[in-house]
């Protein structure tokens, strides 16, 4: 439920333009581009619409760190009137525990000033997270090459690196799932059973099966364009990666390309003839002549003295 690292805690503020985002798709694009030939790698991102129940478990997750008491369940409040009945019982028969008062334990919901700053942070990621809009999502990787160039740890060292960037130790993060979908075996019919593993993830990767492996996690839109957009080139340098090249369209017909007079310009009056002269009601307007002239002198009238 905790947010992972955002796009925002990956900028900073020193060093040139090009070191203002350090970009953490680089060191996915460096990984691709040390692939050779015969190597593949898949990686897929599940995302499924889902409704806003996942705010209140988040809204009680906050009331949680904030020692506020929670609303108890039906089948909490069955538990506790048993205990509650027993708990009678046994005093009224024998006094095992000796002088017992009821004491309630006493729910006092924290301040954000009492609060640690674990704590606080906590609160305040979760309230950012759920003011944007989530989704269920899943993270799948598949790795696929020829037996003369298979290298799996490489790969597989290379997409840990990737992914644990967005680990936020105080609030949440990545790991790869080796329980339930990892290619991995041991002990009876080691071979058959890791085929069928590796079998199984292809075919959910190509089906993209959500229901298949764990059970999706919530991520809202900020979290789920930082783990993946695209490469902003000026500080992802993936030489050996091709760029799709883009569709140009062609200009419109109407688009001047040479010094011609297009059928804009015919609708102009003209100010200025071909010999740059001005005109009035159509007869050039003679030059001013300039005159060399003498200082003027001061006022007859002007006092001295």
């Not at 760190?65 to 027993?86: E, L």
């Not at 005159?291 to 002007?302: F, H």
Request: glycine share 4%; hydrophobic share 40%.
């Amino acid at each position: 439920m905790f947010p992972i690292k955002l796009y925002e805690e990956f900028e900073h503020k020193l060093g040139p333009d090009e070191t203002y985002y350090k970009d953490p798709m680089a060191s996915l694009m460096d990984l691709c581009s040390s692939l050779q030939r015969g190597e593949q790698l898949w990686f897929q991102i599940l995302i499924v619409p889902t409704d806003f129940e996942w705010v209140k478990e988040a809204d009680a997750e906050v009331e949680k760190i904030v020692g506020k008491k929670p609303v108890a369940s039906f089948p909490n409040k069955v538990v506790d009137f048993i205990v509650a009945v027993i708990t009678q019982i046994s005093e009224a028969i024998y006094s095992l525990w000796g002088d017992i008062e009821d004491k309630e334990k006493d729910f006092k919901p924290l301040s954000m000033v009492e609060l640690k700053p674990k704590q606080k942070k906590q609160v305040e990621a979760l309230h950012e997270k759920i003011s944007k809009l989530g989704f269920l999502a899943k993270l799948r990787t598949v790795y696929i090459a020829k037996k003369e160039v298979y290298m799996p740890k490489k790969v597989a060292s290379g997409f840990v690196g990737y992914i644990k960037q967005f680990a936020a130790l105080d609030l949440n993060s990545f790991k790869p799932d080796m329980k339930y979908t990892a290619t991995s075996t041991a002990y009876f019919a080691r071979v058959k059973r890791l085929n069928q593993k590796k079998t199984k993830i292809v075919n959910n990767y190509i089906n993209r099966d959500v229901s298949a492996g764990r059970i999706p996690g919530i991520y809202n839109i900020a979290e789920l364009a930082s783990i993946w957009h695209f490469p902003l080139e000026a500080t992802t340098k993936a030489p050996f990666i091709q760029k799709a090249p883009m569709k140009k369209a062609k200009p419109p017909l109407s688009l001047p390309t040479d010094d011609s007079i297009t059928t804009f310009q015919e609708l102009l009056e003209p100010i200025y003839s071909l010999d740059e002269k001005k005109l009035v009601n159509n007869n050039p307007v003679p030059k001013e002549e300039v005159t060399d002239s003498k200082p003027a002198g001061p006022p007859t009238n002007l006092p001295f003295g």
